[in-house]
Nanobody, 122 residues
Framework: QVQLTESGGGLVQAGGSLRLSCAAS????????MGWYRQAPGKQRELVAD???????NYGDSVKGRFTISRDNAKNTVYLQMNSLKPEDTGVYYC????????????????WGQGTQVTVSS
């Protein structure tokens, strides 16, 4: 019923920029929290950034000052602007949305995108 469509991943040189987007679709209300997580090879998945429906944000320590998360509530879309990219930013980036279905307005659940690869070369 819920689909998270991610785009914007790819290969970039160190110091470059990428912008990821994730659109939540289906019979849903505007998502509550939306965010991005990443997983590097051999490491645990970690928070990159998330944002509430009211616009409050938080960031992982390693990306503060370089990445910016934003959202368009009318489009149910979250964005991640990544600047000054480093090789250690390489990994699979996953979109997460805290979603309330219109058919089940009394509950909320986390939904995950399939992930998009970000590779930063030296």
């Amino acid at each position: 019923q819920v689909q998270l469509t991610e785009s914007g991943g790819g290969l970039v040189q160190a110091g470059g920029s990428l912008r990821l987007s994730c659109a939540a679709s289906g019979s849903i209300f505007s998502p509550n929290a939306m965010g991005w997580y990443r997983q590097a090879p051999g490491k645990q998945r970690e928070l990159v950034a998330d944002i509430t429906s009211g616009g409050s944000t938080n960031y992982g320590d390693s990306v503060k000052g370089r990445f910016t998360i934003s959202r368009d509530n009318a489009k149910n879309t979250v964005y991640l602007q990544m600047n000054s990219l480093k090789p250690e930013d390489t990994g699979v980036y996953y979109c997460k949305a805290d979603v309330t279905l219109r058919t089940l307005p009394f509950r909320r659940d986390d939904y995950w995108g399939q992930g998009t690869q970000v590779t930063v070369s030296s």
